[in-house]
């Protein structure tokens, strides 16, 4: 049914599923010793994070943050606001950020300033996707699962209007989605 608005497939379940994997086994080396705490950003993330954290052979802890675009003036500054903040203290913990798509590069890195101030022992993200040719801010990603193109993508936890965030796979939308015919 979600499918049917899909113009074009670019993962498959089974492509993902791929890519946690290799995630999950390069975390599970860079931590040997270590309980990191995986910080999923809401919404977008959770889908990838419930699948990845299966996929690393850790003790690891969770905890979410939901953030927001400030509005037009933002567009700027970049400034983005916390709606949920962590339930956990970072203080000497080596966190990891889970993040499903990095795109102009604000968001992340205005995570990683607030998240610099709470001295944790070490700050690394993991995104799922990352569409470098649409950077504003240079942010740095430690672990990437795919590069794409500069097109919207949903699925897998990344919504249009809401929407698609439950779809197994990652692909491109119908134009007459957008236009509402
Ligand atoms: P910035 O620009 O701050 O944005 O790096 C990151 C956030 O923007 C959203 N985003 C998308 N969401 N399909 C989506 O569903 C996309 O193609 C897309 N590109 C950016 C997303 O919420 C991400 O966390
Ligand atoms: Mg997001």
Redesign the pocket.
Known sequence: MLEKDIERVLYSREDIQKVNQRLGKQITADYQGKNPLLIG?LK?AIVFMTDLIREIDLHVEIDFMDVSSYGAETISSGEVKIIKDLDTSVKGRDIIII??????????NYLMAILKTRQANSIKVCTLMD?PS?RIVPVHSDYVGMEVPN????GYG???AERYRNMGTIGVLKPEIYSGK
């Open positions: 950003i977008g993040e499903d798509i990095v795109d102009t590069g604000r968001t992340l569409k649409r097109e919207f993508v949903v990344l919504d249009y």
